[in-house]
Nanobody, 128 residues
Framework: QVQLVESGGGLVQPGGSLRLSCATS????????IGWFRQAPGKQREAVSC????????YYADSVKGRFTIFRDNAKKVVYLQMTALKPEDTAIYYC?????????????????????WGQGTQVTVSS
């Protein structure tokens, strides 16, 4: 059974940094993509950063390019989202998600419907 457990959220001042972790189990990483999504009250869920575990292809939302980095530790089966230069607009619940790779899926890494497994979410609040 696929399981995803996020951790690392919290309250951070603008300009600060935070590292989110997604501990995975129940599947072979090379067959999946992992995505970080976020949702603020009254807004639709949006992709933040995603990675194909088969070839390392990544996606970053324009709003986080240059500030966020997604990477993985294959031995620990953990995917991280390193967030720097945080802004109040980054405040949201952040979700880790996993989706089974299919041919041509690299062009759809940011599509929420491609992900069938979701973690419980972790709150990130950026405020002074």
């Amino acid at each position: 059974q696929v399981q995803l457990v996020e951790s690392g959220g919290g309250l951070v001042q603008p300009g600060g940094s935070l590292r989110l972790s997604c501990a995975t189990s129940g599947f072979t990483l090379d067959y999946y993509a992992i995505g970080w999504f976020r949702q603020a009250p009254g807004k639709q869920r949006e992709a933040v950063s995603c990675i194909s575990l088969s070839d390392g292809t990544t996606y970053y939302a324009d709003s986080v390019k240059g500030r966020f980095t997604i990477f993985r530790d294959n031995a620990k089966k953990v995917v991280y989202l390193q967030m720097t230069a945080l802004k109040p607009e980054d405040t949201a619940i952040y979700y880790c998600a996993a989706g089974l790779l299919t041919p041509g899926w690299g062009s759809r890494l940011s599509w929420p419907d491609e992900y069938g497994y979701w973690g419980q979410g972790t709150q990130v609040t950026v405020s002074s």
